[in-house]
């Protein structure tokens, strides 16, 4: 299936590997998807986490590409924040366009 170009720029590893766990290619990923994926990219997360990161980002229980674009990008901005031991402070989580400015992202 062909999917439509994002509303941002979403980087090509990221679209492949969001095409990669769509199970059945409808543009949606789940739990079971965006675990494999993350751990795919080499960010493993537990499925604690994973529901956790799916219900910040989605309403639906599943995620788009934009909104799995979010996820990577923030788990991206949390680690750096972890290697170079600063705290994750609500100016560096506003200078990362994936994250949420409400609780959940539609």
């Known amino acids: 299936p062909v999917m439509a170009a994002p509303a941002v720029s979403v980087d090509a590893y990221v679209v492949k590997a969001f095409q990669e766990y769509d199970a059945d290619g409808n543009g949606t990923m789940d739990a079971t998807g965006l675990e494999a994926a993350l751990t795919g990219l080499g960010m493993p997360c537990d499925p604690t986490a994973v529901a956790s990161l799916i219900a910040s980002f989605s309403m639906t229980g599943t995620l788009t590409l934009e ?7 923030m788990l991206q901005l949390a ?15 506003e200078a990362c366009t994936c994250a949420p400015t409400s609780p959940r992202m539609i």
């Open 79 to 93: 680690r750096k924040m972890e290697l170079s031991k600063k705290p994750l402070t609500p100016e560096a989580l």
């Open 67 to 73: 909104q799995f674009d979010g996820v990577v990008k």
